[in-house]
């Protein structure tokens, strides 16, 4: 089974700019919500992907990832996710022997700018930079699928 572990939090400024290894952009939306899963299709760059998340415990849920084409994606995310579409740009920074990665949000999300880091296991160990701030893992209105439903601009 595939788990994912991870920790996230707002950035409080733009000096992580000065690192990014790379950056990609994202279109992401929901196709099913439920309360055990979630079911969200998302275009990363010219690649497709399906993912089903289970229900978040601590900071560890249940991740299923699958590739698609591309272009099942874009017809998914015009034609059968909720509105609106996250879009976002992902940006991965390296700190402390961990891989952050750094969500620019647009559109409706204009503004939010967030950090997260997967982890081997819950405790693990890890640098925090100093453009970390606040942690909101347990904050599920940071969700990207609350994102979806409650745009960041509307709070």
């Not at 992902?90 to 204009?110: K, Q, T």
């Not at 609350?146 to 509307?154: E, I, K, M, Q």
Request: proline content about 4%.
């Amino acid at each position: 089974m595939g788990l994912e572990i991870e920790r996230k939090f707002l950035v409080k400024n733009a000096s992580w700019r000065d690192s990014v290894e790379d950056r990609e952009p994202i279109l992401q939306g929901y196709l099913a919500e439920a309360g055990r899963a979630t079911v969200r299709v998302r275009a990363k760059g010219d690649r497709g992907f399906l993912t089903i998340k289970g229900r978040t415990t601590g900071v560890t849920r249940s991740e299923f990832e699958y590739e698609i084409p591309i272009d099942d994606a874009r017809v998914m995310l015009e034609t059968l996710s909720s509105l609106p579409v996250i879009d976002k740009v992902r940006h991965r920074v390296r700190c402390g022997g961990h891989l952050w990665e750094v969500d620019v949000f647009a559109g409706e999300n204009a503004g939010l700018v967030l950090a997260e880091i997967e982890l081997a296991s819950e405790n693990e160990a890890f640098e925090r930079p100093d453009w970390v701030g606040a942690e909101v893992s347990d904050d599920p209105r940071y969700y990207n699928s609350n994102l979806a439903r409650h745009p960041f601009r509307s709070w």
